[in-house]
């Protein structure tokens, strides 16, 4: 008679090399993160993070949980666009930039544009650029990854002059109302 073999261990229930007890959660790190979290290859990196988010973009460490938004005013419609997600520093800056120029040069086209969402989109891309300037410089990015470019700053690029228009145009209409009332 021979003794029955000792029961396979549960795969799904053992700790894997990133601290949970399923392989598949959604706190694994994204595709291409080094083995067991260990710090970069160069001696300049930071250490990785366990459990801190990457980049959405290029997967580098350390990165911040931001929104960027932008505003369109089409005269009697608008339009609304969002981009999430955790950035490193260098990656969210030039989301920022791209976001905040959008709105700086298209966001200020209908009267509730002008008075109410373009301001307030702005106001909440500062917070969120804020959040992303306490960072430090990121790690390398991951294989895979892309590190996009931060650009030129807001001021420096010319669709953000665009608002000029509607804006002088508004004080205009303001000083009118104002000297013949």
Request: with cysteine; glycine share 10%; hydrophobic share 40%.
């Given at each position: 008679?021979?003794?029955?073999?000792?029961?396979?261990?549960?795969?799904?229930?053992?700790?894997?090399?990133?601290?949970?007890?399923?392989?598949?959660?959604?706190?694994?790190?994204?595709?291409?993160?080094?083995?067991?979290?260990?710090?970069?290859?160069?001696?300049?990196?930071?250490?990785?993070?366990?459990?801190?988010?990457?980049?959405?973009?290029?997967g580098?460490?350390?990165?911040?949980?931001?929104?960027?938004?932008?505003?369109?005013?089409?005269?009697?419609?608008?339009?609304?666009?969002?981009?999430?997600?955790?950035?490193?520093?260098?990656?969210?800056?030039?989301?920022?930039?791209?976001?905040?120029?959008?709105?700086?040069?298209?966001?200020?086209?209908?009267?509730?544009?002008?008075?109410?969402?373009?301001p307030?989109?702005?106001?909440?891309?500062?917070?969120a650029?804020?959040?992303?300037?306490?960072?430090?410089?990121?790690?390398?990015?991951?294989?895979?990854?892309?590190?996009?470019?931060?650009?030129?700053?807001?001021?420096?690029?010319?669709?953000?002059?665009?608002?000029?228009?509607?804006?002088?145009?508004?004080?205009?209409?303001?000083?009118?109302?104002?000297t013949?009332?």
């Amino acid at each position: 008679m021979t003794t029955p073999a000792a029961p396979q261990p549960n795969p799904y229930g053992t700790a894997n090399p990133y601290g949970t007890t399923n392989p598949y959660g959604p706190t694994n790190p994204p595709h291409g993160a080094p083995a067991g979290m260990q710090a970069p290859a160069h001696p300049g990196a930071p250490a990785w993070e366990h459990g801190a988010p990457f980049c959405r973009s290029c997967g580098a460490q350390p990165a911040a949980k931001v929104t960027f938004r932008a505003h369109q005013g089409l005269l009697i419609m608008m339009r609304f666009q969002k981009v999430e997600g955790p950035f490193c520093k260098s990656c969210g800056t030039s989301v920022a930039r791209q976001m905040t120029t959008a709105t700086m040069g298209l966001g200020w086209w209908s009267p509730f544009s002008l008075v109410f969402f373009s301001p307030f989109t702005l106001i909440w891309n500062l917070v969120a650029g804020r959040k992303l300037a306490a960072l430090t410089p990121p790690g390398p990015a991951l294989p895979g990854g892309t590190r996009l470019p931060e650009g030129k700053p807001v001021h420096q690029r010319p669709m953000a002059y665009l608002a000029i228009a509607p804006l002088i145009w508004a004080g205009w209409v303001i000083t009118n109302i104002i000297t013949h009332a």
